[in-house]
């Protein structure tokens, strides 16, 4: 079936995320969300592969169509934090990197809105939610 599949979909678009390659990123994660949707609406999986297509759209400067899925995405993840299991509790921390990069890229791409403001909003709130590095 489709579900059982779709992690693989995920991968992929994690993969063209870290690339760069935001057209190709976009359209697989379009086809994950739109899986997740359905299957599991409310679940984190579900939000973190919103943020993920909000970065892609980012990423291609689709500014208007990327803000709402990056807040949804970052929303959901924290209204479901006691469900994300603690290997996977890093993808809170990277909705708000996303974020704050997307808000950084929208600033630069216009300037002298509230772009800056909120990109520094979301970085103060990446510092709290970042833990001090240990010496092990």
């Not at 400067?61 to 996977?88: D, R």
Request: hydrophobic residues 35%; charged residues 30%.
């Amino acid at each position: 079936s489709t579900w059982v599949t779709q992690p693989f979909h995920g991968r992929d678009g994690i993969l063209f995320a870290s690339l760069h390659e935001w057209p190709q990123a976009e359209r697989i994660l379009r086809e994950c969300l739109d899986i997740r949707a359905r299957a599991a609406p409310d679940e984190w999986r579900t939000f973190n592969t919103r943020s993920m297509l909000g970065e892609a759209l980012g990423g291609r400067g689709a500014f208007t169509e990327a803000e709402p899925l990056l807040i949804a995405g970052y929303e959901g993840l924290e209204s479901h934090k006691s469900s994300i299991p603690p290997q996977a509790m890093n993808r809170l921390t990277e909705s708000i990197r996303r974020l704050a990069d997307f808000y950084d890229a929208w600033d630069r791409a216009e300037p002298g809105k509230t772009h800056g403001a909120k990109a520094a909003e979301w970085r103060a709130k990446l510092q709290e939610s970042t833990p001090p590095a240990t010496d092990k």
